[in-house]
């Protein structure tokens, strides 16, 4: 793999609530240098993500629900509206977790047509927090995702655990088509986690240590 394909495979993520303006900054400058795919920031950055990236190839992606899932479709749906007229063209939505393992799969899968609809062409993905189900919850859910007509299923917020392995993204590769995406984030914070993710299945990182894994790779 080139640098620039490797670059191509990452979102580029700052979402702790105590980042300040100079770690966005930052943020921005390191997508720039290395190319990442995209950046990965709260709602409240994406205005800023947008004015600062606009003239390069670095796509503005943000998140909804995030990160415990539980906020109502309608709040859901504000803040993907405001993201999108921000200038986000990537959304990580955390579906509704507590719903999902109650067995309110209409409501969930409702929720995520809706959202999808809201993106308005652009990317959805959507996280279904692998560290909160078992395994035969992770392929319905990722079948489920699949079938309202998200384009990636995303792996984990990051915030619950270890989150992604590769034996979670081999079972989410095992029932989904090959064109749905699939997103491994949450804890990954090496190259050979990257690679193993890859060689899973996965087709998109996120990390917050991005520029780690590219300088790793440069050594190499």
């Known amino acids: ?24 900054a930052q943020l921005f400058e390191e997508a720039i240098h290395f190319g990442f795919h995209s950046v990965c920031v709260n709602p409240c950055q994406v205005e800023k993500a947008n004015n600062f990236l606009k003239d390069y190839q670095v796509q503005v ?11 109502t479709t309608s709040t859901k749906l504000q803040e993907t509206e405001s993201c999108i007229q921000a200038g986000a063209v990537e959304i990580d939505m955390v579906m509704n977790i507590g719903f999902f393992k109650d067995g309110n799969l209409d409501y969930v899968a409702d929720e995520i047509v809706q959202i999808v609809d ?34 990636f299923v995303k792996t984990s917020t990051g915030f619950y655990g270890s989150g992604a392995t590769p034996d979670l993204v081999q079972l989410i590769r095992s029932v989904i088509r090959s064109e749905t995406g699939i997103k491994a984030s949450g804890g990954i ?28 790779f440069r050594k190499n």
Request: net charge negative; charged share 20%.
């Open 61 to 71: 992606g943000s998140v909804v629900g995030f990160p415990l899932g539980a906020s």
């Open 118 to 151: 809201s993106v308005s062409g652009n990317i959805l993905k959507v996280i279904i927090e692998t560290n909160l189900l078992n395994d035969d919850e992770v392929c319905q859910a990722s079948k489920l995702v699949e079938d309202s007509g998200a384009q």
């Open 189 to 216: 914070k090496t190259l050979a986690q990257l690679e193993e993710l890859m060689d899973a299945g996965a087709d998109r990182i996120g990390t917050s240590s991005a520029v780690i894994i590219m300088k790793e």
């Open 1 to 24: 793999m080139t640098q620039e394909l490797l670059a191509g495979t990452i979102d580029h993520t700052l979402l702790k609530p105590d980042a300040d303006s100079h770690q966005i």
